[in-house]
């Protein structure tokens, strides 16, 4: 059994300290029944009053983020009040001005963004989604158009190669808006029509499969240049060996010369799902709610451009977190060492 080195072990270390502080500092958060005891003696009563009535004259809004939470009590009609805390190892602070104003802020951004409480369309989680979808349908697409590209059969060597050049040679925007308006334009109908009518998430399904299709379109054609070129770069050597074994190409290609290229493949499309996860920004164009456009309704709703502070860092620890994991399949499986 391999030894794991010490770097691995520290790092090992430092993830179960991480998580055993997040445990029991998400023990240590106020409830929001804790939260509300910290209201003006004026906001408890307004509250007390709705218990008995069926119209609510005050809403209430409690956004946990795994370790502190954040409380938001506004009242409408004639007594217009507004109360915001912060909920953090077992304390409760007043958020109305100030730096903890700015961190409540913070904190219910970044909840509005992850899609806490929502379904799986939602946030970062359908960023995440997107991207990885993408991937695997460029790579799959990618491979057929590579070997395509590569063949000396002109009836497969011009198609794939004008696939390549025109989604290589125009803005993935502008391939979006073909797809998600112009197409149905021309054929007479509706993305959302493909779902069921009923279904109110009808619209958002439908714009996700458009941006599916236009993204992995886009990216078939780039994945298709990274396959062509791991592929010719295998030596010749390779395929003269296997053609005096008596192999065809077909077989040459699938038991000598891929399996070899994949090695050679892994760190530009790992590089590719990064690029394609920042691209995912693009959806916003159609209204599509990912993590960009749930910070421009936010921005919208409540005036405060601070809202893209929370995005950025959003979309760098999720940038992080699938470098650091692609830098460890590298360095376990790429052949540049």
Not at 99 to 128: D, E, F, P, S, W
Not at 158 to 174: A, N, V
Not at 188 to 199: E, K, Q, V
Request: glycine share 6%.
């Amino acid at each position: 059994m391999k030894k794991l080195s010490k770097k691995t072990i520290i790092t090992i270390i430092i993830c179960l300290v991480v998580i055993a502080a997040i445990v029991v500092l998400n023990r240590m958060m106020p409830s929001q029944e804790e939260m509300i005891e910290n209201a003006s003696e004026k906001m408890e009563k307004m509250i007390e009053k709705d218990e008995t009535r069926s119209r609510k004259r005050v809403t209430v809004t409690y956004n946990d983020l795994f370790i502190v939470s954040y409380l938001s009590l506004s009242s409408s009609g004639a007594n217009e009040m507004r109360e915001r805390f912060v909920g953090f190892m077992n304390h409760t602070y007043n958020a109305d001005e100030g730096k903890m104003k700015v961190t409540g802020q913070m904190i219910n951004y970044t909840y509005r963004m992850l899609g806490r409480g929502q379904n799986m369309m939602y946030g970062a989680k359908l960023t995440i989604l997107l991207t990885t979808l993408t991937t695997l349908i460029g790579v799959f697409l990618g491979t057929f158009l590579a070997l395509g590209k590569i063949s000396k059969r002109k009836i497969l060597n011009k198609p794939c190669s004008g696939y390549i050049f025109f989604f290589r040679g125009t803005p993935l925007l502008i391939q979006l808006f073909v797809i998600y308006f112009t197409i149905p334009k021309i054929f007479g109908f509706a993305w959302r029509d493909l779902f069921d009518a009923s279904d109110t998430e009808s619209v958002y399904k439908g714009a996700f499969l458009a941006a599916l299709i236009a993204f992995g379109l886009n990216s078939g054609a780039y994945c298709a240049e990274i396959i062509r070129a791991a592929i010719q770069s295998i030596d010749k050597g390779q395929y003269e060996a296997a053609k005096a074994l008596g192999m065809s190409y077909g077989k040459t290609m699938r038991k000598v010369i891929i399996p070899q290229s994949i090695r050679r493949m892994i760190p530009p499309v790992c590089n590719e799902f990064i690029m394609i996860l920042k691209d995912a920004s693009l959806v916003f164009a159609i209204s599509l709610l990912d993590i960009t456009t749930i910070s421009k309704t936010i921005m919208t709703s409540e005036g405060s451009y601070m809202v893209f502070i929370p995005a950025l860092i959003i979309y760098l620890i999720i940038t992080a977190f699938f470098s650091f994991i692609f830098n460890k399949i590298e360095e376990r499986f790429s052949i540049y060492e």
